[in-house]
Each structure stands twice: as structure tokens, then as C-alpha cells.
């Protein structure tokens, strides 16, 4: 009957004998198809790294005929030319330099028509107006 079942069971016999703490049955080759296993990942990784560099290479080509026929920059040029003309205007001043500031926003010294006071009467009511003005 043991023959049967195992017959029958094929090569789930091994497994069960796994499973109830059975010996493993070890490959005599399993260490080097492992290591062939990796090496060939590294070869794909590789492979994919340098078709990744060549698009990024051809892309680039693009993009600088476009920046040559339109008479674009970088934007790392762009930002290098900026910093140096913040750099040249700042020269033999001692602060940081000024940023623009919209008129009538503050730092501004505006001759004032009207006093404190007089802002304050328009918010208050009639007769209270006429009281603060005797």
C-alpha cells in the first residue's frame, strides 16, 4: 500500500517530507546556477542602464538644437548669469541688496493729508463725529 500511495502522489511525497521535517534534498549545482542566476541580473541591469543613457543622451541633443534655434539657455546658465549680476550690483555695499517693491506697500515715506485722528472719526458714528470735532 505504501508503494501505491506513493506512486499514486508522485512528487508530493517529497514535499510531505519537507513539511514534516524531513532532509532537504540539496543540488550539487544549486550554488552555481544561483551565481550564474545573478550574474545575468547584473548583465540585464547593466544593459538597461546604458540603453537608459544613450535616450537621455539623444533627448539632450534635442533639446539643445531647439535652445540653439530659439536662442534659449540652461537653466543652470540662466541662474549662473543672474547670481552674477546680483553679485556685480552688490558690490561695495554693505546690505543685501534691494528687492522691488510695489508703490504705496509700506517702505515708502508718503506725506500723509490726514491724521490718525481723522481716519478714525470717518469709522465712528454721526453724532459721535460731531463731538470729537468741537
Known amino acids: 500500500m505504501d508503494f501505491v500511495m506513493k506512486q499514486a502522489l508522485g512528487g508530493a511525497t517529497k514535499d510531505m517530507g519537507k513539511m514534516l521535517g524531513g532532509e532537504e534534498e540539496k543540488d550539487p549545482d544549486a550554488q ?52 552674477a549680476a546680483m553679485e556685480q550690483a552688490c558690490e561695495g555695499s554693505l546690505t543685501r541688496p534691494k528687492k522691488a517693491i510695489p508703490a504705496g506697500c509700506g517702505d515708502e515715506d508718503e506725506e500723509e493729508d490726514e491724521s490718525i485722528l481723522d481716519t478714525v472719526l470717518k469709522f465712528l458714528p454721526g453724532p459721535l463725529q460731531d463731538m470729537f470735532k468741537k
Do not use: C, S
Open 32 to 83: 552555481k546556477k544561483e551565481e550564474e542566476r545573478q550574474e545575468a541580473l547584473r548583465q540585464q541591469e547593466d544593459e538597461r542602464k546604458a540603453k537608459h543613457a544613450r535616450m537621455e543622451a539623444e533627448r539632450e541633443k534635442v533639446r539643445q538644437t531647439i535652445r540653439d534655434k530659439y536662442g534659449l539657455k540652461k537653466k543652470e546658465e540662466r541662474e549662473a548669469e543672474e547670481k
